[in-house]
């Protein structure tokens, strides 16, 4: 398979723009301007936007200790002297020139600039119509899916709406960006199909678009939105797997419960991805990284199943017979077990784990948008209701909690326990207002933090034209 060779000049954000920088061709890849001509060159650029979604940057360290490690249910993990960079996401203490930030930040863009190519180019080559279009509203789901990652970390960042001459641009306000993202999200779901043929699992559905956008909803606090959209998502069939473990194993992917799935299936194309490798059980079956907090422990009520089922402990015996190891001192005592695969099941061929899907946004989590939204809304019995589909997979009792307020609370720690884990932690701990209290003790500050700085080296190679967020120089 011929290798797309897309040229990109986002000042630091792809590659430096410096003037002796010379754009060398890569043997075995073709110019950006001799490709885009058949149906074939459509289809690989957008699966190369897909490829992206199983990247290091999207599924590796950047994005687990953007958010993972900045919330309170993750700390680093492994032994202390292993990648300490790490810390620096614990404790708050990461600066402008950090490799991180600017790692998520060149990471996104790439993203985006990918998805560019596909809505710029693929409408100009003559190939099906149906299928056309249908690769560009794919396009525009993931460039949302980039850009809602984007804003939530860095705020209002420049918006890009295909390939340009000029990329060195000031940041839109994050009310701009929202605003975009919501306007693919709905063009996309008016073309996207709601399932695909056996062999295509994991391209973006009408249903992942919708769920999407009602998350966006969310976050803009467009409660009235937030509820309506999720409600044509909850009116598609989707339905919680009722197995809590089985959801999170092999074969549970791709399930009733799936509404934006990755799929990071070994292969010879795509070599698999690193997401379970990296949080694996240190120097049993990986690197021992982003591991649960005592915090987290805490967090779940007895008699929850997801507790046992979301931390794995060192010397237990998983359900599929795998025996975990113990008395380790540079591994640590307990792991992500959601991102667990037994050995029985693992692809020796890309690595351990690499068979292990990246569950992007699941039912449970549409059911307590709408929840949330419902509840901000006044229709506590909406809200009640499906709180209550939520704890009872986790065989809990119905929800005690009754007014708006108390409501409220309920949600919120209901999201906590259900998404363990699953990088949802700290951007909802700063949409909800509750970042300065709960991680305050960790090294949060308040008018800060909530944001991640714009790396240095992107604002100095467009010569000044970037700002920087507030408290950061």
């Known amino acids: 398979m011929k290798k797309i060779f897309l040229t990109l000049s986002i000042f630091s954000l792809?590659?430096?723009?410096?003037?002796?920088?010379?754009?060398?061709?890569?043997?075995?890849?073709?110019?950006?301007?001799?490709?885009?001509?058949?149906?074939?060159?459509?289809?690989?650029?957008?699966?190369?936007?897909?490829?992206?979604?199983?990247?290091?940057?999207?599924?590796?360290?950047?994005?687990?200790?953007?958010?993972?490690?900045?919330?309170?249910?993750?700390?680093?993990?492994?032994?202390?002297?292993?990648?300490?960079?790490?810390?620096?996401y614990d404790n708050f203490s990461f600066t402008i020139s950090d490799?991180?930030?600017?790692?998520?930040?060149?990471?996104?863009?790439?993203a985006v600039q990918r998805?560019?190519?596909?809505?710029?180019?693929?409408?100009?080559?003559?190939?099906?119509?149906?299928?056309?279009?249908?690769?560009?509203?794919?396009?525009?789901?993931?460039?949302?899916?980039?850009?809602?990652?984007?804003v939530r970390i860095y705020g209002g960042v420049p918006i890009f709406d295909g390939?340009?001459?000029?990329?060195?641009?000031?940041?839109?306000?994050?009310?701009?960006?929202?605003?975009?993202?919501?306007?693919?999200?709905?063009?996309?779901?008016?073309?996207?199909?709601?399932?695909?043929?056996?062999?295509?699992?994991?391209?973006?559905?009408?249903?992942?678009?919708?769920?999407?956008?009602?998350?966006?909803?969310?976050?803009?606090?467009?409660?009235?939105?937030?509820?309506?959209?999720?409600?044509?998502?909850?009116?598609?069939?989707?339905?919680?797997?009722?197995d809590f473990n089985h959801l999170f194993r092999p074969?549970?992917?791709?399930?009733?419960?799936?509404?934006?799935?990755?799929?990071?299936?070994?292969?010879?194309?795509?070599?698999?991805?690193?997401?379970?490798?990296?949080?694996?059980?240190?120097?049993?079956?990986?690197?021992g990284f982003f591991t649960p907090t005592q915090a987290l422990e805490n967090a779940f009520e007895p008699g929850d199943v997801r507790k046992e089922l979301s931390i794995l402990r060192e010397g237990e015996t998983t359900p599929e017979g795998d025996l975990i190891k113990k008395g380790d001192p540079q591994a640590g005592n307990s792991w992500n077990q959601k991102v667990y695969v037994p050995t029985s099941l693992n692809n020796n061929a890309c690595g351990y784990g690499s068979i292990q899907n990246l569950r992007i946004l699941r039912f449970a989590d549409i059911l307590l948008i709408n929840a949330e939204a419902a509840n901000e809304l006044g229709n506590t019995s909406a809200a009640i209701t499906n709180i209550n589909l939520v704890r009872n997979r986790a065989q809990?009792?119905?929800?005690?909690?009754?007014?708006?307020?108390?409501?409220?609370?309920?949600?919120?720690?209901?999201?906590?326990?259900?998404?363990?884990?699953?990088?949802?932690?700290?951007?909802?701990?700063?949409?909800?207002?509750?970042?300065a209290t709960v991680l305050g003790p960790l090294g949060f500050k308040s008018g800060k933090n909530e944001l991640f700085p714009i790396p240095l080296r992107a604002i100095t190679d467009s010569k000044g034209v970037l700002t920087q967020n507030p408290g950061y120089n």
Not at 263 to 285: D, K
Not at 396 to 417: D, F, H, K
């Open 99 to 110: 490799d991180g930030v600017h790692g998520y930040w060149t990471g996104q863009w790439q």
């Open 251 to 287: 074969a549970g992917e791709f399930g009733t419960e799936s509404v934006f799935e990755v799929n990071c299936g070994c292969s010879a194309e795509f070599g698999g991805s690193q997401y379970a490798e990296v949080q694996g059980v240190r120097n049993q079956f990986g690197w």
């Open 163 to 242: 390939l340009q001459t000029n990329y060195i641009q000031p940041r839109n306000t994050a009310a701009e960006v929202y605003a975009f993202i919501v306007k693919d999200l709905t063009e996309a779901s008016a073309i996207l199909p709601q399932t695909y043929p056996a062999g295509q699992e994991g391209r973006v559905t009408k249903g992942g678009a919708l769920g999407l956008l009602s998350k966006v909803y969310l976050y803009m606090k467009d409660y009235q939105k937030a509820y309506d959209t999720s409600n044509l998502v909850i009116g598609m069939g989707y339905k919680l797997d009722p």
């Open 115 to 150: 998805a560019n190519q596909v809505i710029t180019n693929v409408p100009n080559i003559d190939m099906d119509t149906t299928l056309k279009n249908r690769l560009v509203a794919e396009a525009k789901m993931l460039r949302a899916y980039f850009y809602f990652n984007l």
């Open 14 to 88: 792809i590659a430096s723009c410096s003037d002796d920088f010379v754009d060398i061709k890569n043997e075995g890849t073709v110019d950006v301007e001799d490709f885009f001509k058949t149906e074939s060159d459509a289809m690989q650029a957008t699966n190369a936007i897909y490829s992206f979604l199983r990247s290091w940057e999207n599924t590796g360290f950047p994005a687990q200790y953007v958010f993972g490690v900045t919330g309170d249910d993750v700390e680093k993990g492994s032994n202390p002297g292993d990648a300490s960079f790490i810390n620096a």
């Open 396 to 435: 809990l009792g119905n929800t005690t909690a009754s007014g708006q307020g108390a409501l409220r609370t309920a949600i919120w720690q209901e999201r906590r326990v259900e998404l363990a884990m699953e990088m949802d932690r700290f951007p909802d701990l700063v949409r909800t207002g509750q970042a």
